[in-house]
């Protein structure tokens, strides 16, 4: 991996705290929708597997982003912190959107999170599995364009 000198905090080795807001930080990220903001969570040559997709290096991060976000509208993300290491974090997540023809759909996943010393992300492996809903049976609303509220229920809370 290339060495860096950005800093992404916070930074390992992750405490339960420090771990849960490494995790937040990364959905209210995602939440923005904005492919570079994004990006600049993860080291220059960050490797991912996303579902059954290959990516290396911010680019590709950037090139992918940009297609799932104009593929799933009004995307919102709920993620959780499942576990933890010293420098790497386990995430359970779901999200919600719909597609051009107004189908939606609420995915389900996991991912495993590996960090540099600098609290980027060198490592992130996806499994992700799409359920369509109703629009009746969504459960996740606030702007579209923010971060979820603070008092917005959580995975837990919500029993997924």
């Known amino acids: 991996m290339t060495t860096s000198t950005e800093v992404k905090k916070p930074v390992p080795p992750f405490t339960d705290e420090s771990a849960a807001l490494k995790v937040r930080l990364a959905e209210d990220a995602w939440n923005t929708r904005d492919p570079q903001t994004v990006s600049r969570a993860y080291s220059v040559d960050s ?3 996303n579902r059954s997709e290959f990516i290396t290096g911010r680019e590709e991060i950037v090139t992918f982003l940009t297609g799932k976000w104009n593929r799933e509208h ?7 912190l499942w576990a933890h290491g010293d420098d790497r974090i386990a995430v359970r997540f779901a999200y919600e959107y719909h597609t051009d023809s107004g189908e939606w759909f609420r995915a389900y996943g996991n991912e495993n999170w590996w960090f540099d ?3 980027l992300m060198t490592h992130r492996y996806a499994s992700i599995n799409d359920v369509p809903i109703q629009d009746g049976d969504r459960l996740f609303f606030w702007d579209r364009s923010g971060p979820r509220p603070a008092d917005h229920a959580n995975l837990s809370d919500l029993g997924l």
Not at 74 to 80: N, P, S
């Open 74 to 80: 009004e995307y919102r993300l709920i993620k959780e």
């Open 47 to 49: 490797r991912w597997r």
């Open 117 to 119: 010393g600098s609290g």
